[in-house]
Nanobody
Framework: QVQLVESGGGLVQPGGSLRLSCAAS????????IGWFRQAPGKEREGVSC????????DHADSVKGRVTISRDNAKNTVDLQMNSLKPEDTAVYYC??????????????????????WGKGTLVTVSS
């Protein structure tokens, strides 16, 4: 059974950091582009970050650029999202998603121009004092 499971969410104060992890089961991530997306209450889902199957191409939304790093460990079948200098507006449910790497640029996935195939159920990040 193909599954993506997110972990690492929680409550953090403004300016703090969190590391989200996306673990795959039922398939190997080696040939997949992985994206992180988020949906805040009352808002549409938006792309946050993306990494290609090789890790050679990454992209981040302007709202998080300079504050996040995406990385992957294909041996562990995981993709992590390190988030620093968190702001209250980063509060959202964060989802990871996968799609077979079709050699599209990550920027397209972050902008929502391409579809993802599999989605996790999300992990809640709350930034509040």
């Amino acid at each position: 059974q193909v599954q993506l499971v997110e972990s690492g969410g929680g409550l953090v104060q403004p300016g703090g950091s969190l590391r989200l992890s996306c673990a795959a089961s039922g398939f190997t991530l080696d040939y997949y582009t992985i994206g992180w997306f988020r949906q805040a209450p009352g808002k549409e889902r938006e792309g946050v970050s993306c990494i290609s199957s090789s890790g050679g191409d990454t992209d981040h939304a302007d709202s998080v650029k300079g504050r996040v790093t995406i990385s992957r460990d294909n041996a562990k079948n995981t993709v992590d999202l390190q988030m620093n200098s968190l702001k209250p507006e980063d509060t959202a449910v964060y989802y990871c998603a996968s799609v077979v790497d079709l050699n599209y640029r990550c920027s397209g996935y972050v902008r929502g121009e391409h579809d993802m195939d599999y989605w996790g159920k999300g992990t809640l990040v709350t930034v509040s004092s």
